[in-house]
């Protein structure tokens, strides 16, 4: 539940969204920049505030499953309905054909939109009262590391954006996003909602995007990059190439958490900020078992080591 001072920070925020002005909203998996998903004169402030290509599409959060009609075109396909159903409030984004109340500004003009229930009570509450959608990418300038806590989305835009402040994000990597409107269904990125517990739900296989450059658009190879170089190790050459970078004067942060798959997620990116905060060049990395969550986290770690632009 709530606190009684969260309900003012709510109604402020919903005047905010309907100035058609920007609110950074929590969510279980990171922050979000939210925008009035209706207005194209607000959701091209999103596109400027992250300097994000206005051609990426963005996600429209809504409050219920129930809302799914007013967003996506009909007919709905079943397996949106049933995997709403089955995974919402929760960190899977569903993609859908739109109706026309999404901005196109939302989708960059394709036909889709990507659709979600967030499971954080503020947020909930906060579409339950604004009773609109808002899109919203995650709330970092375009190509840095998501937000996981109010205090980093302060940081990315200098206090500028009003934040919405719902604690430390549960999940702490992005969305699972599923794309409904092909056949085979396809895991365009995986997140907390795995393929198979997907599968479980449809009762049959679904695609996977193989690894390398991904079918979701924006989705670029060096995306969640912090300043310093990541390099992805295995366990046992993790301290030998430790040694030999600091031998030639780098400043070396390593990730090797001897933790549960949950807590590196929810942990990664926050690691990820300190190492640029303590101005490591480079971040030797040893990734989790590529399986269930840990398939999102290597896809995040990957994207971080992937060649800049
Ligand atoms: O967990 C999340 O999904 C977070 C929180 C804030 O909800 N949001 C998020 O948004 O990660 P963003 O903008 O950083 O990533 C959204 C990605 C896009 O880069 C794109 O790859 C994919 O979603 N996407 C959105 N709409 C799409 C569409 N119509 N077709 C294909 N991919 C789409
Ligand atoms: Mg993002």
Known sequence: MHRATDDRAIDDAVATLRAGELVAIPTETVYGLAADASSDQAVAKIFAT???????PLIVHIASVDELSRWAATP???????????????????????????SAAVTGGRDTVGIRVPDHPLTLELL?????????PSANRFGRVSPTTAHD??????????????????????????????????????????????????????????????RAPGMLASHYAPNATVE???AATLEPRAEALRADGTRVVTIHPHVAVEEYARSLYG????????????????PPADEG????VCDRLRKAAGPRS
């Open 50 to 56: 992250k300097g994000r290509p206005t051609g990426h």
């Open 76 to 102: 709905i396909p079943e397996t949106a309905m049933q995997l709403g159903r089955a995974f919402w409030p929760g960190p899977l984004t569903i993609i859908v054909r739109r109706s026309s109340l999404v």
């Open 128 to 136: 339950r009262r604004f009773d609109g959608g808002v899109a919203a």
């Open 153 to 214: 989305v302060e940081a990315e835009f200098d206090g500028h954006v009003l934040v919405l402040d719902g604690g430390p994000c549960r999940v702490g990597v992005e969305s699972t996003i599923v794309d409904t409107t092909v056949e085979p269904i396809v895991v365009l990125r995986p997140g907390a909602v795995t393929a198979e517990q997907i599968e479980a739900v449809l009762g049959r296989p679904v695609e996977r995007t193989a690894q390398g450059p991904s």
């Open 232 to 234: 992805l190790v295995d």
């Open 271 to 286: 690691w990820l900020r300190a190492a640029d905060r303590d101005g490591a060049d480079v971040v030797l990395a040893v």
């Open 293 to 296: 969550l840990g398939a999102a």
